[in-house]
């Protein structure tokens, strides 16, 4: 049987290599970006881009525009240029890291891809060697030990150990079986004993590994609801600072004393706008998608990522999630007066021919009390599958003869009787955390077979993690309701659903969503997909099945259940550095205003307005470096907050009122506090730099050689 595999000594399981950046491909990518078809998918940066062009144009072609003749200082567009161009080029590269990220674990990935061959199962039962290109869902494949899965399917015959590596990074071994939830694997994938046969279920081009490629470069990724939501406010901000610049204007013209430089009113502009959040916006994103990757979950979207940090219920399956797996029948209980052999074989009847993991498992433990499978000829039998409305199974006989095997509810539906004392060893058995179904011939009640669920190690302790962040966790099983309440318990669960169809997963989230809540889900099975594609976060185990993996928007390569409490942590750590950003964004751009405004009206006449030199609060008399140190500062922030928008804000279980406080002490008073530091520390450093003879002769070289230098 499939439990029965271990690698052999001597066995090869590869390792996933490590994917590295390309500094020369980030660096390319970084200049790509200022094409303007790139610029405009960043509003915010755009606007800096067109002025930057604008600025371009005015150091280069003054006499375009007479009017700036009057206080047209080479040396100081020039300067303004630069800064903006490097603040442009700052933004870029922060996109061009995030993406380098995902685009160097493609490149992997594609490895995986080159020139599989796959052994075709034709109509007649013969094999033929034909190119993995050319499979359409339907086909079988027949993959023996040694031999790549040549694309994604189910399997429909056989037991093999499959070597993920390549995929998860993982050097251990999976099992994958025809029957149960553990059927589908994956394009790539090596078999390293075993052989099955695997029904294709994709298309070429969109295989998982496909999908996976396209995802983890950041193709066609959505903007999350968050995002444009922030994007709408950020935009409002600008068009507002956009009407305060108009008026400096207007108000200028009008009084016919100030004037304000054209370059000057460009970098107020600049500096007032939320450029830092701006620049870094959408590296927050794809960097959000990319820990999850490297955490081996595949995020369908940056919707689901985003929507993970905000959850308020998180819907757990038992078997496979809480528990380490499938059931394991561990004991026989015969009813009175029902000698042991007759359960025996009964237990082996209606399960030899059961392709179930509980099947097997019976057949597995009759086996070790000596008792040996009967032969039975074809049309002699009618097998009756497991359903789950039905909750039972087993075998017709020829003779008329029934055995079925099913929970005590189904049995007692069915017609058949259960004695007092097997009642009362069911509800023991349930009470100690066992599942006990019943097998009866015909009528009669033969006995009870005892299957015992594994409680994950460490599981308790991060179900309580979850609680820590306000997240209630509810246990969904088809156990009955004293088995669900002693796995639950050891748990640690905050609530269970016991006796549950596959229907009453999708009812129990609607049910949650109806009150406003965010719901995520894990499940392997095909019973799950309703409700894996109803949850706002669907986390599809790699090890279940094709329509699981669909209809989830994750999919977790390690099929570990418990990597949701892993997905929520990375949500919340990509919402909160969001968060961080734009307030620190924020805040800086107030430190700015005192260190721009003041010195702009300064210049322009301090005497015509009374009490502007008490905004003056960082001390800037030289307005020209005044305007170029909060340029300076606006720029040289991005690359030094690139790290946080990649790797995000350091993040621990806390309630949202910590959080939140934490936050804005941190972000708002540090934003303001490093602005006002970082202005005043550019300010001297542009003041020592301007008395030095080699500066002050490199601005005399500019001035001869842009236009109007002479003026």
Known sequence: MASE?????????????VPHMSWRRVLASSFRGFDPRREIHNPMMFCVYLLFLFLIVLTLAPWAFPDIARTYNPDYYLAVTVILFLTLWFANLSDALAEAQGKAQADSLREIQSGILARQVRPDGSLAWVA?????????????????????GDVVHGAALIDESMMTGESDAVTRESGGDKTSVLGGTR????????????????????????????????????????????????ISLFAVIVTFIFLADFTDIIYIDIATIVALFVCLMPTTIGALLPAIGISGVNRVARANVIAKSGKAVEAAGDLDVLILDKTGTITVGNRLAVQLVTAPEVPMAELLDAALLCSSLDDTPEGRS??????????????LEPGTFKVLPFTAERRM?????????????????????????????????????????MTPLAIASGRRALGLVYFKDVVKPGIKD??????????????????????????????????????????????????????????????????????????????????GTSAAKEAGNMVDLDS??????????????????????????????????????????????????????????????????????????????????????????????????DLL?????????????????GIKLIYILLSWMEALPWVQHLGLVVSHLLPLGGL
């Open 5 to 17: 595999f271990t690698v052999e000594p001597g066995a090869h399981v590869s390792v996933r290599k």
């Open 132 to 152: 993995s290109d050319i499979l359409r869902v339907g086909d079988t494949v027949e993959v023996r030990p040694g031999e790549p899965i040549p694309i994604d």
């Open 191 to 238: 078999v390293l004993q075993g052989t099955i046969r695997v029904r294709v279920t994709t298309e070429k081009g969109e295989s998982f590994l496909d999908r996976m490629i396209r995802l983890v470069e950041g193709q066609g990724r959505d903007r999350t609801p968050n995002e444009l939501a922030l994007g709408v406010l950020l935009y409002a901000f600008t």
């Open 362 to 375: 019976i057949v597995r433990l009759v086996a070790r009390r000596g008792t040996q499978p009967r032969r």
């Open 393 to 433: 199974s087993g075998i017709v006989l020829a003779d008329g003869r029934e055995v079925f095997k099913g929970s005590l509810q189904a049995m007692e539906t069915y017609g058949a009787i259960l004695p007092l004392e097997l009642r009362r060893k069911a509800t023991e058995a349930s009470r100690q955390g």
């Open 462 to 543: 991060r179900l309580r993690e979850l609680k820590t962040m306000g997240i209630r966790t509810i246990m969904c099983t088809g156990d009955n309701r004293l088995t669900a309440a002693a796995i639950a318990q050891e748990s640690g669960v905050d609530d269970y659903v016991a006796e549950a169809k596959p229907e009453a997963k999708l009812v129990l989230i609607q049910r949650e969503k109806a009150q406003g809540r965010l719901v995520a889900m894990t499940g392997d099975g095909t019973n799950d997909a309703p409700a894996l594609a109803r949850a706002d976060v669907g986390l599809a185990m790699n090890s």
């Open 560 to 657: 570990d259940p418990t990597k949701l409490i892993e997905i929520v942590s990375i949500g919340k750590q990509l919402l909160i550095t969001r968060g961080g950003l734009t307030t620190f964004s924020i805040t800086n751009d107030v430190a700015k205003y005192f260190a721009i405004i003041p010195a702009v009206f300064i210049a322009a006449g301090a005497g015509t307005l009374p009490g502007i030199a008490l905004l003056n609060l960082l001390g800037l008399s030289n307005p020209d470096l005044a305007v170029l140190s909060a340029l300076v500062f606006n720029a040289v922030i991005i690359p030094l907050l690139i790290p946080m928008a990649l790797y995000g804000v350091p993040f621990r279980p806390r309630n949202a009122i």
């Open 661 to 677: 406080r934490r936050n804005l002490l941190l972000y708002g008073f540090g934003g303001l506090l490093s602005a006002f530091v």
